[in-house]
T-cell receptor, first 106, second 125 residues
Framework: DIQLTQSPSPLSASVGDRVTITCRAS??????LNWYQQKPGKAPKVLIY???SLQSGVPSRFSGNGSGTDFTLTISSLRPEDFATYYC?????????FGQGTKLDI | EVQLVESGGGLVQPGGSLRLSCVAS????????MNWVRQAPGKGLEWVSH??????????AASVEGRFTISRDNSKNTLYLQMNSLRAEDTAIYYC??????FGSGNYVRVFDNWGQGTLVTVSS
């Protein structure tokens, strides 16, 4: 299986900060990388797909980048509602895997 | 509006069995692959199983292979997960997730674009 390693974990930041979360794959996965946000007690929701495409309805302060094995999720200016846990996921092979998650807190 | 509603969770003893259901609405269920994803208390997301939209291909995580069986009834818009030989480490919230192809950066990628609210499975004596 393809392993995904996220860093940092956890991540402390303040409202208005610019933050970047990294996801590294154990082998090349081209751009088959998605990012999800999960808030406590809720199901995850997709933010970014294909490494850099913004899901409809997601604010433009979220952006993704990368290809191959190294990927990033950046939030340009943190808002209070962004404090949550973020997961990367590979869909390169059908044995999907998720990163361990990055909890973003104040 | 897409809706996915899971049910069937509960308390079961180690070695026992449980069947989860996920009823879908708001889209043509038979056209889409579906997945089960679980989350142990305080832990991260773990993909469990996949059922393709066409062709009937199924896939399982190594942790559940041989114990869990995914199935679907397209006439009832329902996805199932039969869980046998349950262990304490199977305790988790189980989510069903719709699997769709999205075009981005020059190719299609699979995305879990809709999720249910989850159903809690607790394996304990």
């Amino acid at each position: 299986d393809i392993q995904l390693t996220q860093s940092p974990s956890p991540l402390s930041a303040s409202v208005g900060d610019r933050v970047t979360i990294t996801c590294r794959a154990s082998q090349s996965i081209n751009n088959y990388l998605n990012w999800y946000q999960q808030k406590p007690g809720k199901a995850p929701k997709v933010l970014i797909y294909a490494a850099s495409s913004l899901q409809s309805g997601v604010p433009s302060r979220f952006s993704g980048n990368g290809s191959g094995t190294d990927f990033t999720l950046t939030i340009s200016s943190l808002r209070p509602e962004d404090f949550a846990t973020y997961y990367c996921q590979q869909s390169y092979i059908t044995h999907y895997t998720f990163g361990q998650g990055t909890k973003l807190d104040i | 509006e897409v809706q996915l509603v899971e049910s069937g969770g509960g308390l079961v003893q180690p070695g026992g069995s449980l069947r989860l259901s996920c009823v879908a609405s708001g889209f043509t269920f038979s056209h889409y692959a579906m997945n089960w994803v679980r989350q142990a208390p305080g832990k991260g997301l773990e993909w469990v199983s996949h059922f393709s939209g066409r062709g009937g291909n199924t896939y399982y995580a190594a942790s559940v292979e041989g114990r869990f069986t995914i199935s679907r009834d397209n006439s009832k818009n329902t996805l199932y997960l039969q869980m046998n030989s349950l262990r304490a480490e199977d305790t988790a919230i189980y989510y069903c997730a719709k699997d769709a192809d999205y075009f981005g950066s020059g190719n299609y990628v699979r995305v879990f674009d809709n999720w249910g609210q989850g159903t809690l499975v607790t394996v304990s004596s």
